[in-house]
């Protein structure tokens, strides 16, 4: 079903409830994987897409479709990612960024949810050392692969700042992997 099916169905009483299950069902998987890059954990990432769907139900009536409808859910997604990741740091007593990149990284090592080879769980090692923001903008360009345009009106960020962010990252990303 197309997202201006979905939409025109949302509004409707009767068929609301299937729009959005068609909705989810379309998007659920994308969502949760773009949180999963995140938040690494399975279990933080089911909850978090839990919790975008919840957002999405009460307001998807107030949807006004000025960007298209993904962009929109992935705006939803990043943000909770971004809250949820921030309120971990601030219940950290510690050094915060170290100790949330650790123990992300020791779930990648534990996890059995986490399927990869030795490089892959290198690079998500060190895209654990990347400020949020721009593990964020480089998940959704390397591996989601929106082009800038599509990450700026998720972001509400300059494509010019996201190119730059995008850059920095992957420098980061290479000096790490070539330290370890």
Same mark, same amino acid.
């Given at each position: 079903?197309?997202?201006?099916?979905?939409?025109?169905?949302?509004?409707?009483?009767? /068929?609301?409830?299937?729009?959005?299950?068609? $909705?989810?069902? !379309?998007?659920?998987?994308?969502?949760?994987?773009?949180?999963?890059?995140?938040?690494?954990?399975?279990?933080?990432?089911?909850?978090?897409?839990?919790?975008?769907?919840?957002?999405?139900?009460?307001?998807?009536?107030?949807?006004?479709?000025?960007?298209? $409808?993904?962009?929109? &859910?992935?705006?939803?997604?990043?943000?909770?990612?971004?809250?949820?990741? *921030?309120?971990?740091?601030?219940? *950290? $007593? /510690?050094?915060?960024?170290? =100790?949330?990149?650790?123990?992300?990284?020791?779930?990648?090592?534990?996890?059995? &949810?986490?399927?990869?080879?030795?490089?892959?769980?290198?690079?998500?090692?060190? &895209? &654990?050392?990347?400020?949020?923001?721009?593990?964020? =903008?480089?998940?959704?360009?390397?591996?989601?692969?929106?082009?800038?345009?599509?990450?700026?009106?998720? /972001?509400? /960020? *300059?494509?010019?700042?996201? !190119?730059? *962010?995008?850059?920095?990252?992957?420098?980061?990303?290479?000096?790490? $992997?070539?330290?370890?």
């Amino acid at each position: 079903m197309e997202d201006k099916q979905i939409l025109e169905q949302f509004r409707i009483a009767e /068929t609301r409830t299937a729009a959005f299950n068609a $909705l989810v069902k !379309k998007y659920q998987q994308k969502i949760y994987w773009h949180i999963r890059k995140m938040v690494i954990d399975h279990d933080d990432a089911d909850d978090l897409t839990q919790e975008v769907f919840i957002k999405v139900w009460h307001n998807l009536s107030e949807f006004r479709a000025e960007s298209q $409808l993904y962009t929109w &859910l992935y705006r939803i997604a990043s943000n909770e990612c971004l809250n949820f990741l *921030s309120k971990k740091k601030r219940a *950290s $007593l /510690t050094s915060i960024d170290d =100790v949330v990149a650790n123990e992300l990284s020791q779930k990648l090592d534990e996890g059995v &949810l986490i399927s990869g080879d030795e490089i892959q769980i290198k690079l998500q090692k060190a &895209l &654990l050392r990347l400020p949020d923001k721009q593990r964020l =903008v480089f998940n959704m360009k390397y591996y989601d692969e929106l082009t800038y345009q599509e990450i700026s009106e998720i /972001t509400g /960020t *300059s494509e010019g700042a996201l !190119k730059a *962010s995008y850059h920095l990252a992957v420098k980061k990303i290479e000096e790490y $992997l070539m330290s370890n």
